[in-house]
């Protein structure tokens, strides 16, 4: 193990001309003697904003002032340092169609089926379920709707309840007749959409309860992270524990990492970092090379998109006897 961790530190500190120390032998060796179903960083909450709209007073989701809210609690949580993932990028990725008219048991079976998809981007560990209710009153001249904000957040795994929102009702004056969603949507989506910057700060206090969220940042720019799926597949327990150990410790950008299965064949991890693909791609060859698992021959390497996939070549099996 000590070899392996030894001709690892000269590969890795190879990538940098600068001649920048990487010091992987104890990071190879706290990722062998720790089983990585948690990482190392502090790693932030990722949360999934869904609304539900099945009864006959609420929002519909095919409404602008739905999305509107979404967008804002969305950006309001990111704002804090929460790492949101957005239910249609996900529909689109897993290939799902987002139907309208969803009540509470659906829209949590959404993210539940989300996070047992075993593709680390579509991971979920909170879900802010919102509804917004609203009701029209006729005035003559005019119209009245009393739009009414709420919800609850849950952690989606152990099925904890976090709790509870429930904004005060606001009203909204058109001018003029209008008594339908789609006359007056506007007017809802601009109320709505600055009832959800308001209860953003109160879901950041409650899904804090989890796991304390990123630092967030006020100057400059947030580094752009990648969430890949990590596949090991064909390799003993040592090689696999030794290569994710590695990733976490020694290569520059990493954010965080999880176990997401564990198999006699296969392991699979969701991996955070802000290094870019071809950055992963050239450290895990020459990390590869140097435990005797050459890319060429012995084993598959594949790094696209989300994916990262490490694959040992099995001998064919010796003929029978004819």
Known sequence: MRKVVAMVSRAVALVFASGMLISCASAATRGHAQEPGRSHASRPVTVLVVGEDGHENLVPRSDPAFRRVVSELQAALDRRGFRVVDEEAIAADLGWAARPYRNKVDVLEAAKLADGADRASARVQAAVLFRIESTYRDLRYATRIDLHLSGEVFDTRSNRFLGAFDLPTETVTTTGRCLTAACASDAVGTRARDLASELGAVLA??????????????????????????????????????IIGVMSDGFPGFRSYGLLRSGTALRRYEYVTTASAREVERWLTLLLVDMGLDPQRETVLSVRGGDIRIERVLPAPAAGPD
Do not use: F
């Open 205 to 242: 206090r409650k899904l804090a309860a989890l796991a304390p969220p990123e630092e967030t940042v006020t100057a400059g720019v947030r580094a752009l992270e990648t969430v890949y799926t990590v596949t090991l597949r064909n390799l003993s327990t040592e090689d696999a524990l030794s």
